[in-house]
């Protein structure tokens, strides 16, 4: 059983910065990609970041330069550093993991329960 646990949510003004931890744990063989995404309410889930095991990065345009994904192994941790925040980046930030539980098995998407970022103006 695998599962992935999210910290770090809460409410900032704007100009200002948080970070998001997601750490797995369970039976786990390997993980690939790990990722962030959020969804606003009334809007669509979007992808923020995404990190590969080798450290390739991925970014929605609206937080390039903003914001910064990185990722410990040998934790199995993704972080979120999340730098000059805006109103608009209010929303529930979820943690997504591929990751398979033994080597005869392929990946599989796991998610966090979401946290909470709320930016005041």
């Known amino acids: 059983q695998v599962q992935l646990v999210e910290s770090g949510g809460g409410l900032v003004q704007a100009g200002g910065s948080l970070r998001l931890s997601c750490a797995a744990s369970g039976s786990i063989f390997s993980i690939n990609v790990m990722g962030w995404y959020r969804q606003a309410p009334r809007k669509q889930r979007e992808l923020v970041a995404l990190i590969t095991s080798s450290g390739a990065t991925n970014y929605a345009d609206s937080v390039k330069g903003r914001f910064t994904i990185s990722r410990d192994n040998a934790k199995n941790t993704v972080y979120l550093q999340m730098n000059s925040l805006k109103p608009e980046d209010t929303a529930v930030y979820r943690c997504?993991?591929?990751?398979?539980?033994?080597?005869?098995?392929?990946?599989?998407?796991?998610w966090g329960q979401g946290t909470q970022v709320t930016v005041s103006s």
């Open positions: 997504n993991a591929d990751i398979r539980i033994s080597w005869s098995t392929t990946s599989y998407p796991y």
